[in-house]
């Protein structure tokens, strides 16, 4: 059983194990959860009211004695449905904040003009940098794709926002990918071209020229880094650079 997806929406360790146990148990006294968890008791207790507060769990009085008991198991569903609705609601304050705070700080050049983006987050945090930043298309070379197979759901999304925006996608892909065109027309859709590097011009890492910026990527399995560049004669040089290997290509 995959009980990752539970640290996912928010439940630690220690809540996790308490969950378990209440489930495995059915409804019992605090010092119960405290043996089959051979955890602390201060950890307990503190597990026992955020599993409350999240309607993970709840508790009833017998014979002078608190007994705890966790929800059906479908509770899960309806939590991670409360917080989306509780983020919903936190938007429109958010961007409201973020007007107030672009009016105020706004023209304060950030100091640093590299940044490394780890993890899938951090890949997507790049890709919705795109958005922002590209003026008229994308730039990939060196693609292989790994991005349709770690984050499919995201990359769907995406590419309908890229084409709202009226971003072309241009691909300088890795040879090895050649016999994969279907998976790119599947993510891709439509406003994209795709060229393929010989074999002896592949090398390990991704490049996404947009705009101003840079951003390399290396893949380690389907866990990505992410080193974003933002340098105007950078990015010029390294389309140019593209530019004469999109003419190589076939």
Request: net charge positive.
């Amino acid at each position: 059983m995959d009980l990752s997806v539970l640290e996912k929406i928010g439940l630690s360790k220690a809540e996790i194990n308490v969950y378990l146990a209440l489930l495995r148990l059915g409804p019992v006294p605090s010092n119960r959860i405290i043996q089959e968890t051979s955890s602390r008791k201060s950890t307990v207790y503190d597990s026992i009211r955020r599993l409350q507060e999240k309607g993970l769990i709840s508790s009833a009085i017998r014979d002078k004695k608190t007994y705890f008991e966790a929800t059906p198991p479908d509770r899960l569903v309806e939590f991670i449905q409360d917080r989306k609705r509780e983020l919903d609601g936190y938007e429109s304050e958010a961007a409201e904040l973020v007007k107030s705070l672009e009016k105020e700080y706004g023209n304060i050049k950030p100091h640093a003009e590299a940044h490394i983006l780890l993890g899938i987050e951090g890949f997507k945090t790049m890709r919705r940098d795109v958005l922002k930043h590209a003026t008229g298309e994308l730039l990939i070379l060196g693609g292989i794709g790994r991005e349709f197979e770690a984050a499919p759901s995201f990359l769907n999304n995406w590419n309908k926002t890229r084409l709202l925006k009226g971003i072309k996608q241009v691909v300088l892909a890795k040879k090895s990918f050649e016999g994969r065109r279907n998976l790119m027309k599947k993510y891709l859709i439509r406003d994209f071209e795709a060229r393929f590097l010989p074999k002896e011009l592949e090398g390990p890492a991704v490049m996404n020229i947009y705009g101003d910026r840079v951003a390399t990527v290396i893949w380690n399995g389907n866990y990505p880094i992410c080193f974003l560049l933002i340098n105007k004669e950078t990015a010029a040089a390294y389309k140019g650079y593209f530019n004469y290997l999109w003419k190589l290509a076939k």
